[in-house]
Nanobody
Framework: VVQLEESGGGSVDSGGSLSVSCVARGGTFRGSSAGWFRQAPGKEREAVAGLDSSGEPTYADSVKGRFTVSQDNAKNWMYLEMTSLKPDATSFYC?????????????????????WGQGTLVTVSS
């Protein structure tokens, strides 16, 4: 059984950079879509960045040009590099694995994503 586990996160000042990582334990991301969602208190969960099975990225409009999603060659690890962070980026960031195209995550998630990590907190201070 594949399990997703995030790491990284933490606190950063506005305008700073931070990275979060996700490892697929017991499996890989190969052949699936994978990416990152975030959910702030009192807000809906939103897709931030996704990689389809061919490695093509898709980003939410709000993070284009500032966030980069990637995976290692073995497809065990996935990363989200975040730059020019703003206070509204403060959220729990969760990695996800999906057998549907990650384009379906944007702009609003409308189906059940089968596998989630527990999440890691990112706090951006103004």
């Amino acid at each position: 059984v594949v399990q997703l586990e995030e790491s990284g996160g933490g606190s950063v000042d506005s305008g700073g950079s931070l990275s979060v990582s996700c490892v697929a334990r017991g499996g890989t991301f190969r052949g699936s879509s994978a990416g990152w969602f975030r959910q702030a208190p009192g807000k809906e969960r939103e897709a931030v960045a996704g990689l389809d099975s061919s490695g093509e990225p898709t980003y939410a409009d709000s993070v284009k040009g500032r966030f980069t999603v990637s995976q290692d060659n073995a497809k065990n690890w996935m990363y989200l590099e975040m730059t020019s962070l703003k206070p509204d980026a403060t959220s729990f960031y969760c990695c996800a694995l999906d057998f549907s195209d990650c384009l379906r995550w944007f702009p609003l998630l409308s189906h059940n994503v089968p596998l989630w990590g527990q999440g890691t907190l990112v706090t951006v201070s103004s």
